[in-house]
């Protein structure tokens, strides 16, 4: 069924990556000399692949279109990072990982990737720790765990509410120290705009200076995407302001298959959106679901303040529906169930959107052992109140902070109100056990690509997937590529593919500037959003698909005729920046579409109204669309199916249940 | 639901790049909604500005939580704006009232130079780390991570030095530019840590020969950057950065 080839290594799923390490061909020292990789994006995927590409010899240059590569979007992770170590002595190994992750996809990811993940992901905590990465730790001096949804162990590291900026910043460190001895040229606030392709292979990019508008061609034996994800397709995403699709849209349009691009995760626990003004939906960390309870109140249409309705009056649905895993299932589930409680009328707050995530009974809890362990054995209520205040404080101060202030509203004393979001995107571009898109050279790395997470991502493994592609997979996997390349001298950027491909980008950015139209960029993202988050959001069915299909075709059309950019191409022109993602952003919802139409099942993040089961859960039809749907872009917005058929070998494939 | 009743006259620097002058061009703002975000507000003002035919303010920001440090707007002479501890894109228009004039200005250093509009270089952040702010280690080299038991207390303080977002407040606010109170957070972040030990001095020497050579201005102790902080990033690190040069000089034996 596969007409694609994934390249995965035979034998046994446990010794695959360790064969193909032992006897994957290596590029030695003198050559790795006058190698030149291109890697864009400098956050955790591309920060940690720059850093050891440059610490192992390779010449490197890295593009990031922020001020600085420490701003790139994984600093905003919070919850946490997973890693197999059993630190808990709870059970954990690299298989439990393994499965957990092949299971909370829904059975849509790649065995032999994902093994290779939960392998790798114990070196990852090593090396952090080895930087100077301060992951929280227990009295004994030891590193701390908490749970995360999807799972039944302990194996999520965290620093307080900021893990991801605290492995950024580690990565950055890296990066900065091979900037710093002249091993890696850093390229910031430039934007790629083009793959350069010669003789079939992807041989460097073309960029533009966000500063000055100059347009750069940049060299490369081969190139690195570490990109990010495509969530702000939606408009309004947990994502930055400036997280786009654009390098990994370009890369498609020049041949690189894009995969599922359907499969959206919609995060369960975000700040409500206020109104219409807003620009970003803020993310409340899914470790807050250890020690906070979801609930609704049993009544219709409920007004009173959350502290007026009674215990026997709230419904914890999350508890009631999937006793084994409470508060703690994953996020497609949590999202959707928070979705159904709304649409049946047991939303709360002033939009009726929004359910109640209540730590009031944990803060009690904790109290009672902080007074115990002070020598109070039977503590009143207040000082419970109090002292368990404290300890959730230290836990989650910061989101406590950030609630507050966006919101106005006191999270220590009212339940906070959240609701589903557009957070994470599981399709990007489709890559084969090298993590090598369908273009030879041309390599993706972190949420950009496809690869580990199937239809729904757990949490904590984003943070493990884009530091175990950059510091422990590509490395490998790219001197496999390179190896065959030494004999390569640098080509030069008179090139006619250079010409070629710089001739497209600044078309693409005259056309923009000189449509001179009547809209501003924004009203058109905010149209797109629109259309996404009611068509091809949290539910989707064959008519509203169909009918989001035909309304983004005429959106692109009327985009190209009526926007409105000011400005100029040869100076800082931050319209015209985003004129660019938007254009990439309105092709790109119209393939999500055509995904999600094309699979007639519903699993992970990806849900069909028409396959539900009995009880509202995800139905998959795992005899037609156990593959992985990688599309090929043709001619004037077309798309071609291919299919990669996913053979689970090692796992049995079940109706996931978390009951 | 998204309109408010805010009526606001806003001052904002407008400079078309680093080579022309600038000025504080007046805009009068009308329906404000008190839950915008202080960034959202902006988007409000551009908007209007493209759909008059004008060129919209630039202004750097990115995640909009708070955690990036990218957004840097200098709000009636205080970096961030009047509430503590939070960064412009977290800033919201509850905290300002009905009729006010707001002044909005770039960060003011000589080692920032204007980008465009509000929009600064903070490229010499970079340049100080990668002068030493790292522990050299290279991929694959780490022991088991529990085999380096860290004390708690230690680890926390690390983890508050290593908090800075680098957005450059401290230095926005400083009567000199001083850069201190960030090349002091990862040096203290480093120094905390049993991992950083073996490079402790070197690095502190590398790390402020470069801020000097950056031009940043020299530290008076008036705590103006501890104050302004976003993160609350302590004025103690100032300190252990200054003994931690002073040891240098005379227990090292490495020289820079």
């Known amino acids: ?659 | 639901m998204s309109t408010g009743n805010m009526n606001l006259t806003l001052k904002v620097w407008r400079q078309k790049n680093n080579k022309t002058k600038g000025a504080l061009v007046d805009y009068k703002l009308t329906d404000i909604s008190p839950d915008m975000s202080f960034l959202e507000m902006f988007d409000v003002l551009n908007e209007q500005l493209i759909n008059k035919g004008e060129e919209p303010v630039v202004f750097d920001h990115d995640c909009r939580e708070g955690i990036c440090g990218m957004c840097s707007m200098f709000i009636n002479g205080r970096p961030h704006g009047p509430k503590d501890l939070v960064t412009t894109c977290q800033l919201h228009m509850r905290s300002f009232k009905d009729g006010d004039t707001i002044v909005v200005e770039p960060w003011r250093a000589a080692a920032f130079p204007v980008v465009k509009d509000l929009t600064v270089d903070r490229s010499a952040f970079d340049r100080i780390i990668a002068a030493g702010g790292f522990i050299s280690v290279n991929t694959g080299n780490a022991q088991d991570a529990n085999n380096l038991p860290i004390p708690k207390m230690q680890a926390d303080a690390a983890f508050e030095a290593a908090a800075c977002i680098g957005c450059g407040a401290c230095v926005a606010t400083c009567k000199n530019a001083s850069a201190m109170l960030f090349v002091s957070a990862k040096i203290s972040q480093l120094a905390l840590l049993p991992q950083g030990q073996p490079e402790r001095y070197r690095r502190v020497q590398s790390m402020v020969a470069q801020m000097d050579a950056e031009g940043f201005g020299n530290c008076t102790n008036t705590g103006a950057c501890e104050a302004e902080c976003p993160k609350g990033i302590s004025l103690e690190n100032i300190a252990r950065m200054n003994r931690d040069f002073a040891s240098a000089k005379f227990i090292s034996e490495e020289t820079v």
């Open chain 1, 1 to 659: 069924m596969s007409d694609i080839n994934s390249n995965i290594p035979e034998g046994e799923l446990a010794s695959k990556w360790t064969k193909y390490k032992s006897s994957v061909p290596l590029v030695n020292p003198s050559n790795k000399r006058t190698i030149e990789v291109i890697i864009v994006g400098s956050g955790l995927a591309g920060a940690s692949a720059a850093a050891t590409l440059a610490e192992m010899g390779y010449k490197v240059k890295c593009f990031c279109f922020q001020d600085s590569p420490r701003r790139a979007h994984s600093i905003a992770a919070q919850g946490g990072i997973n890693a197999a170590k059993n630190y808990q002595n709870d059970g954990d190994s690299v298989y439990r990982l393994f499965y957990d992750t092949i299971k909370g996809g829904d059975y849509r990811a790649r065995e032999a990737n994902v093994y290779r993940l939960a392998e790798v992901s114990a070196n990852i905590i090593d090396q952090c720790v080895a930087q100077g990465v301060p992951l929280a730790r227990e009295y004994g001096g030891l590193l701390d765990n908490r749970s995360f949804g999807g799972t039944q162990v302990q194996r999520t590291f965290y620093a307080a509410g900021q893990t991801g900026q605290q492995l950024l910043l580690g990565a950055y460190s890296a990066l900065e120290r091979q900037i710093g001895m002249g091993k890696v040229e850093m390229y910031t606030r430039h934007e790629m705009l083009e793959v350069v392709k010669i003789d079939g292979k992807a041989r460097g990019i073309i960029a533009r200076n966000l500063i000055t508008g100059e347009i750069e061609r940049h060299f490369g034996h081969a190139v690195v995407l570490g990109t990010g994800g495509y969530g702000n397709v939606f408009y309004l995403s947990t994502n930055a302001m400036g997280s786009n699709v654009t390098a990994a849209w370009k890369a498609h349009k020049q041949g690189a298959y894009f995969a599922n691009p359907c499969y959206t995760q919609i995060h369960p626990t975000c700040i409500p959106v206020s109104g219409d003004h807003q620009s970003k939906l803020t993310l409340m960390s899914e470790s807050l679901r250890n020690d906070g309870r979801i609930w609704v109140p049993k009544k219709k249409d409920d007004n009173r303040k959350a502290s007026e309705i009674p215990e026997d009056e709230r419904d914890y649905y999350l508890e009631r529906r999937y006793p084994a895993f409470g508060n703690l299932v994953p996020r497609d589930v949590a999202s959707r169930a928070a979705k159904e409680r709304c649409d049946a009328g047991y939303g709360v707050g002033a939009s009726k959107l929004a359910v109640y995530l209540d730590f009031k009974a944990n803060t009690e809890r904790y109290g009672r052992i902080e007074a115990a362990k002070a020598g109070n054995h039977n503590p009143d209520k207040e000082t419970c109140m109090r002292l368990g205040t404290a300890v959730i404080k230290e836990k989650y101060g910061n989101l406590f902070d950030m609630y507050a202030q966006i919101t106005g509203e006191n999270p220590y004393e009212t339940p906070m109100r959240i609701y589903p979001a557009v957070h994470y995107t599981m399709g990007g571009l489709w890559v084969d056990y090298n993590l090598m898109t369908s273009v030879p050279g041309l390599y993706c790395t972190g949420e950009a690509n496809f690869s580990d997470h199937g239809a729904n991502r757990l949490g904590a493994s984003a943070l493990m997937q884009g530091l175990a592609d950059g510091y422990f997979v590509l490395p490998y996997t790219i001197g496999a590529y390179l190896s065959k390349e030494i004999s390569v001298k640098a080509i030069s950027t008179d090139h006619p593919a250079f010409v070629e491909a710089e001739e497209r980008a600044v078309g693409i950015l005259n056309t923009l500037i000189n449509i001179k139209g009547t809209k501003s960029v924004d009203h058109f993202h905010k149209r797109l959003g629109h259309i996404m988050w009611e068509k091809c959001g949290m539910a989707r069915n064959e008519k509203g698909l169909k009918e989001a299909i035909e309304e983004i075709r005429a959106l692109r059309a009327e985009f190209w005729s009526d926007v409105r950019v000011p400005g100029a191409a040869n100076e800082l022109n931050t319209e015209l920046e985003k004129a660019g993602r938007v254009a990439d952003f309105i092709e790109l919802g119209e393939l999500m579409c055509i995904d999600a139409l094309n699979r007639n099942e519903s699993c992970g993040g990806h849900f069909r109204e028409e396959y539900q089961t009995e009880e509202g859960e995800a139905l998959r039809d795992d005899e037609n669309y156990a593959y992985v749907a990688a599309w090929e872009f043709k001619e004037g917005v077309n798309f071609e199916l291919h299919k990669e058929e996913l053979k689970f070998e090692n796992i049995k494939v079940a109706q996931r249940s978390y009951k």
